[in-house]
């Protein structure tokens, strides 16, 4: 089955405690890119990668790091997560370029007391 | 970056009456414009999309028309029913990065 599969799915942490979010794909896409979603912001782009090794800053990009070593993989990392990082995070693949379907996995709800 | 303004922020209508969910941008390099439907809990999924090239597109009873000139365009949904209910987004991209309106949280009543 073609997906976007993230991890974890819910998350509880501490200030400055770093941690991953896991992102991987299994349909081949070159485009991967990561949003988050908090009421009344809509979804905001933290990073976007066009192809292997190809990382770009979005609209929100403190406070996140990328890599993009494999197509398939492409983790969010939160070196010293903060409380206004408690966010819900998308995960979102698409074939070429940001100008054809988006998939979105299902989401990562963090919370950073 | 690319500058994506969405209104309204919440619509209600009645089952059977049309909405309309208008989005506007600000990068003329703009040239793919989907739209992603939100259901509660859920991620969201594409629902039409539009290019530049392109003025109109329908499919079934949502369609989305574009104005290159006045960089705006428009989501039209005709006999909505409650299944319609959810957040919609507009979004805008130049082929890199893909920007998103607000949303429109959009409630239809039997």
């Known amino acids: 089955e073609a997906q976007v599969t993230q991890n974890p799915r819910y998350l509880i942490t501490v200030t400055g405690k770093k941690l991953t979010v896991t992102c991987s794909q299994n349909?081949?896409?070159?485009?991967m890119s990561w949003y988050r979603q908090d009421p009344g912001l809509g979804l905001r782009q933290i990073y976007y990668?066009?192809?292997?090794?190809?990382?770009d800053k979005g609209d929100v990009p403190e406070g996140y790091k990328v890599s993009r070593k494999e197509k398939r993989n492409f983790p969010l990392i939160l070196e010293s997560p903060s409380p206004n990082q408690t966010s819900l995070y998308f995960c979102?693949?698409?074939?070429?370029?940001?100008?054809?379907?988006?998939?979105f996995g299902e989401g990562s709800r963090l919370t950073v007391l | 970056g690319e500058n994506v303004e969405q209104h309204p922020s919440t619509l209600s209508v009645q089952e059977g009456d049309s909405a309309v969910i208008k989005c506007t941008y600000s990068d003329s390099a703009s040239n793919y414009f989907p739209w992603y439907k939100q259901e509660l809990g859920k991620r969201p999924q594409l629902i039409i999309d539009?290019?530049?090239?392109?003025g109109e597109k329908k499919d079934q009873r949502i369609a989305v028309t574009l104005n290159k000139t006045a960089k705006h365009f428009s989501l039209h949904i005709t006999e909505t029913q409650p299944e319609d209910s959810a957040v919609y987004f507009c979004a805008a991209s130049t082929g890199y990065a893909l920007n998103f309106g607000k949303g429109t949280s959009l409630l239809v009543t039997p």
């Open positions: 979102a693949s698409s074939l070429k370029a940001a100008t054809g379907e988006l998939f």
């Open positions: 990668s066009m192809n292997v090794e190809v990382t």
């Open positions: 539009i290019r530049s090239n392109v």
């Open positions: 349909m081949n896409h070159e485009y």
